[in-house]
Nanobody
Framework: QVQLVESGGGLVQAGGSLRLSCAAS????????MGWYRQAPGEQRTLVAV???????NYADSVKGRFTISRDNAKNTVYLQMNSLKPEDTAVYYC?????????????WGQGTQVTVSS
């Protein structure tokens, strides 16, 4: 089992910045992918950014150039630096860890942290 604990959400004015953190603990495999998703009211949960333990990062088009995902493998922690925030970035942000060991796949989610951007 894996636990994910998020922090760093809050209220910020448009143009401001926030940094989200997500610490993972438990049975974590050496190869995995960690990422951030978000869900606005009445909408589906969508990918924001993902970073594998080995490989390249991937961003949603809407956040490219504004958000940066990074990770500290020694601490099993993933970060999301969000700059130039816009009101449309308002959502609950969820941390995700995906890992697999054939034939099983494991998908874990944090409890979510609210990000609100005022205009």
């Amino acid at each position: 089992q894996v636990q994910l604990v998020e922090s760093g959400g809050g209220l910020v004015q448009a143009g401001g910045s926030l940094r989200l953190s997500c610490a993972a603990s438990g049975n974590i495999f050496s190869l995995n992918s960690m990422g951030w998703y978000r869900q606005a009211p009445g909408e589906q949960r969508t990918l924001v950014a993902v970073i594998p333990s080995v490989g390249t990062t991937n961003y949603a088009d809407s956040v490219k150039g504004r958000f940066t995902i990074s990770r500290d493998n020694a601490k099993n922690t993933v970060y999301l630096q969000m700059n130039s925030l816009k009101p449309e970035d308002t959502a609950v942000y969820y941390c995700n860890l995906y890992q697999r060991r054939w034939p099983h796949q494991y998908d874990y989610w944090g409890q979510g942290t609210q990000v609100t951007v005022s205009s």
